[in-house]
C-alpha cells in the first residue's frame, strides 16, 4: 500500500532552511547593536575659557560608560584651510589627561596636520578628562567702517575622537564684564555640517556661548564661532600660505592695483625718459648740406654748404660709426687726393679675386684727426701699405681710435649733446641692470607673495628701459636740422639727373658725389654716371680717374665691378676684424 505524502511535505525542508537563515540574520543584528553601543561615549562636556590674548583653554569631560574602548584617541586639528591657498594653524600644548581623578600619562604624537592624543582606557575610570590649550584661534575679522574691530574665536570643541558621543553640551567663559551675542554652532561630519541642537550667548540663560548636540558619531564635530571685540580679545591667528600659481599671480585687487599702478607711472616714467634723454630736440627747417647749383645750361656742380665728411654723415644719421662709414672715408680721402687705391693685377691668368692695395697722396686740403689715423694705417710713410685682402690686420689697432675720434667730431660740430656710444652704454648698462633686477624681483615676488603681476611689470618696464637705451643718445636742434638736410639730399642723390655734371670735370665731379652715395644711397646710380662720363669708349682707361688706378687693360666700363667689389671687400673685413 503506497502513503502519500500530505500537502505540506514537499515545502517542510525550505520552511526549516529559510527560519535558520532567518535566526542567523537576528543574531547578527542582535551582535551588531552591542558593537555600535560599545563605539559611543556617554556624555562629552566641554569648559572652556577664552583669555584676552586670545588663548582658548579647553577642558573635555567625557564619560565612556560601561561600554568603553580599550583606547580613546583624539585628533586635534593643527591647520585649518581657508579659500585661496591659506590655512590657519593653531598650536596645541599643556595637554594633560586624567581618568576618575588621577593622572594619565597619554601618548602625544604629530601625525601631518594633527596632534594625535592616545589613552588606555581598558582599565580606567570614568570620566576621562582631557584639557589643552589653543592658540590661533582668534582671528581678525575683516574692519567694517564705522564699526570697531572684531575678533572671531572659532573651534572644533569635538573632533577627531575614534568614539561617538550620545550628548555633547558645553560652554565657553569670556573675559570679564564681557558679553557676546554673535554666537554659531555647527555640528555633523567635518564636510558636512548642519545647526546644532541648541546654541545661544548673551541671554538670561546663556551668559556665555553654551550649546548642545547629540549624538555625534566618530570623527564628527562641533564647531563653536563667536566674535568680540578687539579690544577685549586681541586676535592670534597664524596665517600661512600655500605656493601656488594662482597664489602668486594673484588677480586680487591690491596686487591688480599695484601693478596697474606700476604699469602707468612706469610707462609714463619711460615716455618722459624718452622724451628728455632720447628724442632729438626739435630743429627749425632743414640744413642744406649740399646742392646741385646750376653753373651753365643743362650743367649743375655738386656743392658742399654744410661742412660735413661721408664718415660723419653716417654716424650723424645712424648714432654710430660702422664699417661702412669707414669705408666712405677712404674712398672720400683718396678722391680728394690724400690716398690713390690701386688694382693690382689679376694672378691665375686673369681668373684670381681683385686685389688692392693703397698709395699715399699728397691732398691739398685739411684732413681731420680719423683721416689722418686712417691714411697712416692704410699707407704709413715709413711702412709696406696694407692689402685689402689683410685690411682687418692693419685698421684692427686704429679703429676704436678712428671711432673715438669721429664721435668726437660730431660732438664738437655740435650735433649731440654727447657722445652716442658713451651716452647708449651708460643707458643700455642700466637697462641691463634693471632687467636682471627685475627677474630677481619677479623671483621673489612670485615666490614669497601674490604679487607676481607686479613682478611681470617690472620686468616689463625693464625691457622697455633696455630699448630706450638704444634710442640714446639725443641730437641737438642743430643736429636735427642737419640730419633733415641729409634727407634732402639722400632724394637729390637719387633724382638728381647724372647728366647734368659739368661735362669738363665729370670725372671729379662725379667722384666727388660717390662717398655720399656710400652712406646715403644712390650708389649705383653714381657709378653708373662715371662709366658713361667716358670720353673714349673701348680705350682702357687705368688711371684716368686719378685716385684709382688699375692694371694697363682696365677701362671705366669695369669701374662698377671693381668699386662694388672693393667696397664690399673693405665692409666685409671690417665687419670679420674681431
Keep these: 500500500m503506497s502513503t502519500r505524502p500530505g500537502p505540506d511535505g514537499p515545502r ?11 535566526t542567523l540574520l537576528l543574531a547578527m543584528i542582535g551582535l551588531a547593536a552591542p558593537a555600535t553601543a560599545q563605539e559611543m561615549a556617554e556624555s562629552f562636556i566641554v569648559e572652556g575659557e577664552v ?3 586670545g588663548t582658548l583653554m579647553i577642558t573635555e569631560t567625557i564619560t565612556l560608560g560601561s561600554a568603553r574602548p580599550d583606547q580613546l584617541e583624539q585628533r586635534l586639528a593643527t591647520n585649518r584651510e581657508l579659500l585661496d591657498n591659506t590655512h590657519l594653524s593653531y598650536q596645541i600644548s599643556d595637554v594633560t589627561v586624567s581618568a576618575g581623578g588621577v593622572a594619565v600619562d597619554p601618548t602625544i604624537a604629530t601625525d601631518g596636520d594633527y596632534q594625535v592624543i592616545t589613552v588606555d582606557t581598558a582599565d580606567l575610570a570614568d570620566p576621562v578628562v582631557i584639557s589643552y590649550t589653543v592658540r590661533g584661534a582668534a582671528a581678525a575679522l575683516p574692519a567694517v567702517p564705522g564699526q570697531p574691530d572684531m575678533t572671531e574665536v572659532s573651534w572644533r570643541v569635538l573632533q577627531g575622537l575614534n568614539v561617538g558621543v550620545q550628548d555633547v553640551q558645553g560652554e565657553i567663559e569670556l ?4 558679553r557676546t551675542s554673535d554666537i554659531n554652532c555647527q555640528a555633523g561630519p567635518p564636510a558636512n555640517t548642519v545647526s546644532c541642537r541648541t546654541y545661544a550667548s ?14 555625534r558619531g566618530p570623527g564628527e564635530v562641533v564647531i563653536l564661532t563667536f566674535s568680540l571685540p578687539s579690544d577685549v580679545v586681541t586676535p592670534n591667528q597664524m596665517v600661512s600660505e600655500e605656493w601656488s600659481l594662482d597664489r602668486a599671480f594673484s588677480a586680487q585687487p591690491v596686487p591688480l592695483l599695484s601693478a596697474l599702478a606700476a604699469l602707468l607711472l612706469g610707462g609714463l616714467g619711460l615716455w618722459l625718459l ?19 647749383e646750376p653753373i651753365a645750361a643743362g650743367e649743375e656742380r655738386f656743392t658742399l654748404v654744410e661742412k660735413i665728411l661721408p664718415g660723419e654723415v653716417g654716424t650723424l644719421t645712424d648714432e654710430s660709426v660702422d664699417p661702412i662709414d669707414i669705408t666712405a672715408t677712404v674712398v672720400d ?9 690701386v688694382e693690382l693685377p689679376r694672378t691665375g691668368g686673369g681668373h684670381g679675386a681683385i686685389e688692392w692695395t693703397f698709395e699715399r697722396g699728397q691732398g691739398i686740403d685739411q684732413l681731420q684727426d680719423y683721416e689722418r689715423t ?24 686704429v679703429i676704436p681710435v678712428v671711432q673715438d675720434q669721429i664721435y668726437a667730431e660730431v660732438v664738437n660740430e655740435g650735433w649731440f649733446a654727447g657722445r652716442p656710444d658713451e651716452v647708449r652704454r651708460t643707458w643700455t648698462r642700466i637697462g641691463t641692470i634693471a632687467v636682471v633686477g627685475s627677474l630677481v624681483a619677479l623671483g621673489l615676488l612670485v615666490a614669497f607673495t601674490r604679487f607676481g603681476l607686479l613682478g611681470l611689470v617690472l620686468v616689463g618696464l625693464a625691457v622697455g628701459l633696455l630699448w630706450v637705451s638704444q634710442q640714446m643718445a639725443r641730437r641737438t636742434a642743430k643736429g636735427s636740422s642737419v640730419l633733415r638736410g641729409l634727407q634732402v639730399l639722400a632724394m637729390n642723390l637719387a633724382t638728381q639727373p647724372t647728366t647734368n655734371v659739368p661735362k669738363s670735370d665729370a670725372y671729379a665731379e662725379i667722384s666727388r658725389i660717390l662717398p655720399y652715395s656710400i652712406v646715403l644711397g644712390s650708389f649705383d646710380r653714381w657709378l653708373q654716371a662715371l662709366v ?13 680717374l686719378g685716385w684709382y688706378r688699375a692694371p694697363a687693360t682696365w677701362q671705366l666700363s669695369d669701374l662698377p665691378s671693381s668699386i662694388d667689389a672693393f667696397v664690399t671687400t673693405v665692409e666685409g673685413k671690417l665687419f670679420s676684424r674681431h
Excluded: C
Aim: glycine fraction near 10%; aromatic fraction near 4%; charged fraction near 25%.
Design 374 to 397: 686712417l691714411i697712416d694705417a692704410l699707407a704709413p710713410q715709413d711702412g709696406e701699405p696694407a692689402k685689402v685682402s689683410r685690411i682687418n690686420e692693419a685698421l684692427a689697432p
Design 202 to 215: 548673551g541671554t538670561f540663560e546663556a551668559t556665555y556661548p553654551q550649546f548642545t548636540d547629540g549624538p
Design 532 to 544: 658713361d662720363a667716358d670720353d673714349d669708349p673701348g680705350v682702357p682707361d687705368p688711371d684716368d
Design 274 to 292: 624718452h622724451r628728455t634723454r632720447g628724442a632729438d630736440a626739435a630743429g627749425g627747417a632743414p640744413t642744406m648740406v649740399a646742392t646741385f
Design 51 to 53: 583669555l584676552q590674548d
Design 12 to 22: 517542510r525542508p525550505l520552511r526549516v532552511a529559510a527560519a535558520t537563515i532567518v
Design 333 to 341: 680721402v683718396a678722391q680728394r687726393g690724400h690716398l690713390t687705391i
Design 175 to 178: 573675559p570679564p564684564g564681557t
